[in-house]
């Protein structure tokens, strides 16, 4: 290979690695007009709404933090949450701004037991992203689990003001307002 084409590899490997990792940047810039959307949509259009939504915030802007994200996700299908932890906490050490990287490794400490480790996750998760509603529900059954009722359904009402139509949400905090909390006197 000459020098010339060996450079010319170069340059569009440089463009290419500058182009693909501002791509997460840009789609992140469309999570404030989905969620807007998202207010008024018909459960259809939400249901796509949210699928866009969480393809946005599973794109870390690397191809090899993508992998371990669904070495991660297929571990946990798996029930391996050993093998997910592992995954997830190579993703988070070299990824420690990409937010969906804790909200998932969350979910694998919470299926171990380790609720001290995933609730950490969480608010580490939504100090990086404070609109991910499905890391809020987490945290909410997280509280709810500790015995903080009043705390849950804060975290239940936050996650129906971003994506009103989530249904999760709605049942826990109509299972909490019929045990008398959340609801005016």
Do not use: C
């Not at 975290?155 to 009103?164: I, K, S, T, Y």
Request: aromatic content about 6%; hydrophobic content about 45%; cysteine-free.
């Amino acid at each position: 290979m000459g020098i010339k084409t060996l450079l010319r590899h170069l340059i569009v490997a440089a463009i290419a690695l500058t182009v693909g990792n501002s791509i997460p940047a840009l789609a992140q810039g469309d999570v404030p007009a989905l969620l807007e959307q998202l207010q008024t949509a018909d459960a259809a259009q939400a249901a796509q709404i949210e699928r866009e939504l969480e393809r946005t915030w599973a794109q870390s802007g690397s191809v090899a933090m993508n992998m371990l994200l669904e070495r991660g996700r297929k571990a946990m299908e798996q029930q391996d949450f050993a093998a997910a932890i592992d995954h997830l906490t190579a993703l988070t050490d070299h990824a420690p701004e990409f937010a969906e990287g804790y909200h998932v490794r969350a979910m694998a400490y919470h299926q171990s037991g380790l609720y001290g480790p995933a609730l950490e996750d969480l608010w580490r998760t939504l100090a990086l992203n404070p609109y991910n509603y499905n890391a809020i529900f987490g945290l909410g059954v997280m509280l709810q689990e500790f015995g903080d009722s009043i705390g849950a359904a804060r975290a239940f009402g936050h996650v129906l003001e971003l994506n009103p139509g989530h249904e999760s949400a709605k049942d826990a905090l109509m299972r909490l307002e019929a045990d008398g909390i959340g609801r005016a006197l």
